[in-house]
């Protein structure tokens, strides 16, 4: 029982859940608030606000600088790995979700004349990147959960 007490004690690894299940929560509400409807995928879907991804990997590296040192071989791994995850999420991500939308939009006009229809399940997604405010509030957040967690 070493490994689960080790484990279960390991604040970079709290920090990283922590941050991500923090934004996930948050873009459910903040989903909710603008678009008037529950929808509890957003609970575990990419994309929205704020990034999950970018909360997960600054709190990760954050925590990381507090436990191991800012000037650590391992702190700098964990900021090139968000920095990278970041940049990912504005871009590549982002331009898939735009494409998604484009083609679902283009599908419904080829439902609408020839009388058939995709399900839910064959549509694009088209939440999976961010924008860079979304990744800006993400990192805000990661920020404040690895100081948070690593004071506890």
Excluded: Y
């Excluded at 929205?48 to 436990?67: D, I, K």
């Excluded at 860079?132 to 990661?142: A, D, E, N, R, T």
């Amino acid at each position: 029982m070493d490994i689960f007490n080790e484990i279960i004690h390991n604040k970079i690894l709290i920090a990283g859940l922590v941050g991500w299940g923090s934004a996930q929560i948050l873009k459910t509400i903040i989903f909710l608030i603008v678009n008037k409807k529950l929808q509890l995928e957003r609970l575990f879907g990419d994309g929205g606000m704020p990034s999950g991804h970018s909360a997960t990997v600054t709190a990760v590296a954050v925590s990381v600088g507090l436990e191991c040192g800012f000037g650590s071989p391992v702190f700098a791994i964990a900021m090139i790995m968000a920095i990278v995850v970041m940049h990912d999420a504005m871009g590549v991500r982002l331009e898939t979700g735009k494409q998604a939308k484009v083609l679902n939009d283009m599908t419904e006009i080829l439902e609408k004349l020839s009388g058939t229809e995709l399900s839910n399940e064959d549509k694009l997604k088209e939440f999976v990147g961010h924008t860079p405010f979304q990744v800006l509030m993400g990192m805000i957040l990661g920020l404040i959960v690895g100081i948070a967690i690593n004071m506890i």
